[in-house]
């Protein structure tokens, strides 16, 4: 039974990978909406300005580095208490 559950859950994982692929894929009508470097990758109008181009730059970077910081707080804290949570989980 075991086995089947997993054979199961498998396939269902595969078939949701592959229908969100397919709907992530932009139609006919969306790649000549889109600029050249983003057809056939999103679908709706393409950017309006150069300003979204901006926005999603900004947007970017600011997860990398908030990425970036929350791996380095978690592998390097800064408190020397013993007694704090994240040394407690680190240390356990």
């Known amino acids: 039974m075991k086995k089947y559950r997993l054979y199961l859950k498998t396939l269902l994982t595969a078939i949701g990978i592959l229908g969100a692929y397919s709907s992530a894929i932009a139609c006919e009508a969306c790649k000549a909406q889109q600029p050249k470097f983003l057809q056939g990758v999103t679908h709706g109008a393409g950017p309006s300005s150069n300003w979204d181009y901006v926005i999603v730059t900004m947007v ?17 804290p800064a408190e020397k208490n013993h007694e704090d949570i994240k040394s407690i989980i680190l240390n356990h």
């Not at 970017?60 to 390097?76: D, E, H, P, Q």
Request: positive net charge; hydrophobic residues 60%.
């Open 60 to 76: 970017v970077i600011i997860t990398i580095y908030s990425f970036y910081a929350m791996v380095k707080c978690l592998a390097k």
